[in-house]
């Protein structure tokens, strides 16, 4: 696969909602405002962008400001590397969009999440801002919980830790799972 295309692939996976919406926000001088409305993650938004030739492989520039724009500068590093390297080499240990061990996770964790973000040292204050902004989806908040994390640890957010919290919770097949 193209490596600008994994790139954009993973930054999409990395976007919060929030994050896509001021994306999409930033380019509505560029992107027609139905086009915009259809656009629901930033995978889409990235494709209208090639289409468009606003982007490509060696075109990163609205990019790395749309990423500047929106305080992610662990991206903006992602693009440079990309830019001087020709592709990002992430550490073996990182959560990617291949390895998917947040879905592993969350399909396999249930009610005891909470407990799980706090041996990831996830304030209370954030779980209960997440739990009320997905009241009713015992998933969702515990995905969101994850990702929040993901996001807190940038770059430092690792699958062994992942995997050293889950047997800290006495969640031994949960992460033996994670592991493969």
């Known amino acids: 696969m193209d490596p600008f295309l994994t790139l954009l692939n993973s930054f999409s996976s990395s976007l919060s909602d929030a994050e ?14 139905r086009r915009l409305e259809s656009v629901r993650s930033g995978r ?14 060696d ?14 500068e662990d991206l903006v590093s992602q693009l440079k590397q990309f830019e001087e390297e020709g592709e990002v080499n992430a550490p073996d240990d990182q959560p990617d969009a291949h390895e998917k061990p947040i ?7 249930g ?15 954030k779980l209960e801002r997440i739990v009320a902004a997905n009241p009713y989806n015992l998933r969702e908040q515990f ?8 996001k807190w640890k940038g770059r430092n957010a690792k ?22």
Do not use: P
Request: net charge positive.
């Open 20 to 33: 896509l919406d001021s994306l999409k926000f930033l380019c509505r001088k560029e992107i027609s405002k």
């Open 44 to 57: 889409d938004l990235f494709g209208i962008l090639l289409e468009q030739q606003l982007i490509a492989s």
């Open 59 to 72: 075109k990163v520039l609205l990019l790395e400001e749309l990423f500047k724009n929106i305080k992610r």
């Open 103 to 109: 879905e592993v996770i969350c399909d396999n964790v």
């Open 111 to 125: 009610k005891e999440w909470k407990m799980l973000m706090r041996k990831l040292d996830i304030s209370e204050v």
């Open 143 to 150: 995905h969101q919980s994850l990702r929040e994390w993901q």
């Open 159 to 180: 699958v062994a830790d992942l995997i050293k919290a889950l047997r800290g919770c006495n969640m031994n097949l949960v992460a033996d799972k994670v592991e493969k």
